[in-house]
């Protein structure tokens, strides 16, 4: 079965660059959610779409920025990086006229250097 | 502040014997609860869950107990495999199993052959 797929699975930027990290859903499902897992941390929620729409806001710092498209894949952009940045990002899915629970990705390692 | 806690860091069992994960959670709004499976470099894979109105759900050797009074569940895992290895989070939500997770720290789980 299709699971979500996030892209890159790794990713080295240095100070003050900017980095665009992708996620594509399972086939159905409408809601997309971001999470960041900082080391020794549990996962903490960032952002989430419901049908290309905005749904719930967690602490997402300003300099990062998603959207949900058409195909319903979403994109974290994230700006001036900072060394606490690096981390690992989760993307899940779920659908939400179900009743699904989330399914994650196998999440975006990003190091800021 | 952590509202869903998991106080044992880690967890070493015999193979064929019983795990047992502890989870405590402080929002009472919170009314479904979920595990995953965590193994490195991979994605959190959903386990089991349970919705606050039951106290008990079962999916083959994985059995999750709530107790609403206590604000506190469990996972019990019988009989324990080598495979099973991993680190286990503990997640809440308020509205269902689509909204956002709040998650637990974690445990990780060693099963000795």
């Known amino acids: 079965a299709a699971g979500v797929i996030q892209s890159p699975r790794h990713l080295i930027k240095e100070k003050r660059e900017t980095a665009t990290l992708k996620c594509y859903p399972i086939p159905r499902h409408d809601t997309v959610y971001w999470y960041q897992q900082g080391p020794g941390q549990d996962p903490q929620f960032l952002i989430s779409?419901?049908?290309?729409?905005?749904?719930d806001k967690g602490s997402i710092p300003d300099r990062f920025s998603a959207q949900q498209f058409s195909d319903y894949h979403s994109e974290l952009n994230m700006s001036s990086l900072e060394l606490g940045d690096s981390a690992l990002y989760f993307c899940?899915?779920?659908?939400?006229?179900?009743?699904?629970?989330?399914?994650f990705g196998q999440g975006t390692r990003l190091t800021v250097v | 502040d952590q509202q869903v806690k998991q106080n044992s860091p880690s967890l070493s069992v015999q193979e064929g014997r019983i795990s047992i994960l502890n989870c405590d959670y402080t929002n009472s709004m919170f009314d479904y609860f979920l595990w995953y499976k965590k193994y490195p470099a991979e994605g959190p894979t959903f386990l089991i869950s349970i919705s606050s109105i039951k106290d008990k759900n079962e999916d083959g050797r994985f059995t999750v107990f709530l107790n609403k009074s206590a604000k506190h569940l469990s996972l019990h895992i019988v009989p324990s495999q080598p495979g099973d290895s991993a680190v286990y989070f503990c997640a809440a939500s308020v509205g269902g199993a689509t909204n956002k997770l709040i998650f637990g720290t974690g445990t990780l789980l060693a099963v000795q052959p």
């Open positions: 899940a899915s779920t659908w939400t006229g179900r009743g699904t629970e989330a399914f």
């Open positions: 779409f419901y049908e290309k729409m905005q749904s």
